[in-house]
C-alpha cells in the first residue's frame, strides 16, 4: 500500500541534544512538508520542499533543519536551538511539485518530548 | 494572509442526530479547499477538495458544500464511530502551503 512512514511514533530529547525525525513515502510525490501540532492550533509549516536536493522554511523554521537527498525521503532534526520542541510532529507529501491543487497527505506523526 | 476560522470548537452530538460544521475563510484566488478528518494520536486524513463555490461532495454520511465565503461538512444520522477533529485548509493563488484551521472536536455519543 502506498503511503507515508513516519518514524520513531515516540521521541525524547535531553537538554541540547539534536533529534532526527524520520519520513519516508512511496506515493512518488515531489513535494513534501513537515508541519507541527500543538493542543489548540493549527497546523504550522516548517519546511516544505518541491523536488530533490530543494527546501524552503516555512512559517517556523527556526531551531529546525532538514535534507531532501531522494525523492523518498524528508528528515527532519530538531536541534538544540528548538527552545520548545514538545510537539506532535506531522510529515505530509503531494503531486505537482506542491503548487495546483493536489491534497497533502499526511503520515501518522512523531510526539517529541523533552526529558 | 490566508486565514480559516472553524467553528465550533467542540460539538457533541447523539447518533442519529444531523448537524454541520463550518469553516469560514478568507483567501487570495482560492485554489482548493480541503477537508481532513484526524483521530486521536493519528494524521490528518483526507476526506474533500472544493474548488469553486457551489459545489458538493459526498461520501458516505458527509457532505461538503462550498460557497464565496465559507464551507459546511454536513453529518447526516452521525454514528459514534464518525468521532474525530474535523480540519479545514485552504490553498490560494500561488502559494505552495495549506492555512489550516483550528479543528471542531466531533463526539458522537451512542
Known amino acids: 500500500d502506498g503511503g507515508i512512514t513516519q518514524s520513531p511514533k515516540y521521541l525524547f530529547r535531553k537538554e541540547g541534544q539534536n533529534v532526527t525525525l524520520s519520513c519516508e513515502q512511496n506515493?512518488?510525490?515531489?513535494?513534501m512538508y513537515w508541519y507541527r501540532q500543538d493542543p489548540g492550533q493549527g497546523l504550522r509549516l516548517i519546511y516544505y520542499?518541491?523536488?530533490?536536493?530543494?527546501?524552503q522554511k516555512g512559517d517556523i523554521a527556526e531551531g529546525y533543519s532538514v535534507s531532501r537527498e531522494k525523492k523518498e525521503s524528508f528528515p527532519l532534526t530538531v536541534t538544540s536551538a528548538q527552545k520548545n520542541p514538545t510537539a506532535f510532529y506531522l510529515c505530509?507529501?503531494?503531486?505537482?511539485?506542491?503548487?495546483?491543487?493536489?491534497?497533502?497527505?499526511f503520515g501518522d506523526g512523531t510526539r517529541l518530548s523533552i526529558l | 494572509e490566508d486565514q480559516v476560522t472553524q467553528s465550533p470548537e467542540a460539538l457533541r452530538l447523539q447518533e442519529g442526530e444531523s448537524s454541520s460544521l463550518n469553516c469560514s475563510y478568507t483567501?487570495?484566488?482560492?485554489?482548493?479547499l480541503f477537508w481532513y478528518r484526524q483521530d486521536p494520536g493519528k494524521g490528518p486524513e483526507f476526506l474533500f477538495t472544493?474548488?469553486?463555490a457551489g459545489e458538493e461532495k459526498e461520501k458516505e454520511r458527509l457532505k461538503a458544500t462550498l460557497t464565496k465565503k465559507e464551507s459546511f461538512l454536513h453529518i447526516t444520522a452521525p454514528k459514534p464511530e464518525d468521532s474525530a477533529t474535523y480540519l479545514c485548509?485552504?490553498?490560494?493563488?500561488?502559494?505552495?502551503?495549506?492555512?489550516f484551521g483550528k479543528g471542531t472536536l466531533l463526539t458522537v455519543n451512542p
Open positions: 520542499s518541491q523536488i530533490v536536493n530543494d527546501f
Open positions: 506515493l512518488n510525490h515531489d513535494a
Open positions: 483567501v487570495s484566488g482560492l485554489r482548493g
Open positions: 485548509a485552504v490553498k490560494g493563488g500561488s502559494n505552495y502551503k495549506l492555512t
Open positions: 505530509a507529501s503531494s503531486g505537482g511539485q506542491g503548487f495546483g491543487n493536489q491534497p497533502q497527505h
Open positions: 472544493l474548488y469553486s
